[in-house]
């Protein structure tokens, strides 16, 4: 936070309840709400392993030339793009959607026009995304959740039958895009030469190792040169959206105990699907086959990406209802209730550690050791959630969000 921002201790009240409060409520809602939490704490952490690998970029050494990779790292890689990548964003979507539905709830019970804060609310976190896009990461979501959320709004009332069609039909879309290009590199492109590598990575390993000008300036290049495959996966994130729209009309995480056995059944029926896909993945991304397989792999993951989500989240809710995972369920919620603060405070930390910003230590280490920076990174943002949850309603970020949402001081 800058020196300009308004001191905790006013801008952040001190937690209560509150009847127009979606934490609070009534018993049932805040467990719904506790487990959206916990959810949503356990997505920064994949979500964090993620963008890490991003941000420090391939590790070429201090002279910045063709890419190299002890085993250790290149085994890292491969298990965060088999088990991780694609996987806790769709989680984080998917609970997007379901958040949409208590935000409505929360202000008809309190006797507040949805419409207009909900567009309120989407043009802070539009803004803010724009903010983190061209200052810290490129791989930025906020902008196309605040886009994508508009959508919400059309479909919000339609059948749940409806709404899962057209969610299968979404992503059915993405992987044929990805597949049919795909197909195309294949049938098109050479196999890529360690010079190519090399070449091409060394603007950006000057940039990022430059100073805060000339990394924007990168931000700004990728930025522009992923606007075609923001709409590619977007049409995934808004099939993630509507699955957690029908979710959360549902209530299908306000009382998780009864349906212990359909949980079970979910991570026995969609683990092995999931695990093979993420396998599949990994080997197209990350060896052995070359960087032509790179979007068909893409589509493979994207077919079964939903399958292992949904494995972890049954597996984490089913954790959830034993004394170690209530125990894990407390550690993880209050990051959840700050999950906005924390997803920029991730960005934040890494851009001072790898880019110009700060140390500019892009492409200086391996993945396992970026993988061991990042345990320590979550660590600690759950130990600052706890303490921040404790003595007030709000992290910085949200108390943001939720002062443009109502137009005025919460």
């Avoid at 903010?131 to 902008?143: E, I, K, Q, S």
């Avoid at 605040?146 to 709004?153: E, P, Q, R, S, T």
């Amino acid at each position: 936070m800058s020196s300009s921002s308004p001191s905790p201790g006013r801008a952040l009240p001190r937690a209560r309840v509150r009847p127009d409060d979606p934490d609070g409520a009534d018993a049932s809602r805040a467990a719904r709400v506790h487990e959206v939490d916990v959810l949503r704490g356990f997505a920064l952490f994949g979500i964090l392993l993620v963008n890490a690998l991003l941000i420090a970029g391939p590790h070429v050494g201090a002279d910045g030339g063709e890419p190299v990779s002890a085993p250790v790292d290149e085994g890292v890689e491969w298990l965060i793009t088999a088990l991780v990548a694609g996987k806790f964003h769709l989680l984080f979507s998917f609970l997007f959607g379901y958040s949409f539905v208590l935000q409505r709830e929360s202000a008809e019970r309190a006797g507040h026009p949805f419409v207009s804060r909900y567009l309120r609310r989407l043009a802070c976190l539009f803004a803010l995304g724009l903010a983190h896009g061209v200052l810290l990461f490129p791989g930025d979501v906020l902008m196309s959740y605040a886009v994508l959320g508009l959508a919400l709004f059309a479909v919000q009332d339609f059948a749940p039958r409806r709404l899962l069609q057209a969610a299968a039909g979404l992503v059915t879309l993405t992987v044929v895009c990805l597949l049919a290009y795909g197909a195309l590199t294949l049938a098109v492109a050479e196999p890529p030469g360690g010079r190519e590598a090399e070449a091409a990575l060394e603007p950006w390993t000057t940039a990022y190792r430059g100073d805060s000008g000339t990394v924007i300036g990168a931000h700004l290049r990728e930025l522009r040169a992923s606007l075609t495959w923001s709409v590619v996966y977007g049409a995934g994130m808004l099939a993630a959206f509507v699955a957690g729209l029908v979710a959360g009309r549902r209530g299908l995480l306000a009382d998780t105990g009864r349906h212990r056995a359909t949980l079970i059944r979910i991570v026995t029926r969609c683990l092995p699907v999931g695990l093979a896909g993420g396998v599949v993945m990994a080997v197209c991304r990350n060896g052995p086959l070359d960087a032509r397989w790179y979007h068909v792999g893409s589509a493979v993951g994207t077919l079964t990406a939903p399958a292992l989500s949904a494995a972890y989240v049954c597996g984490l809710l089913l954790l959830l209802r034993t004394g170690p995972g209530r125990r894990v369920g407390r550690a993880l919620a209050p990051a959840g209730r700050t999950a906005l603060t924390n997803y920029l405070g991730q960005s934040l930390v890494l851009a001072l550690v790898f880019t110009g910003h700060g140390l500019a230590r892009y492409g200086h280490h391996g993945a396992a050791a970026v993988l061991a920076g990042c345990l320590a990174l979550y660590a600690g943002q759950l130990a600052v959630s706890a303490w921040l949850t404790a003595r007030f309603r709000y992290g910085p970020a949200e108390w943001l969000l939720r002062t443009a949402t109502s137009a005025r001081r919460p």
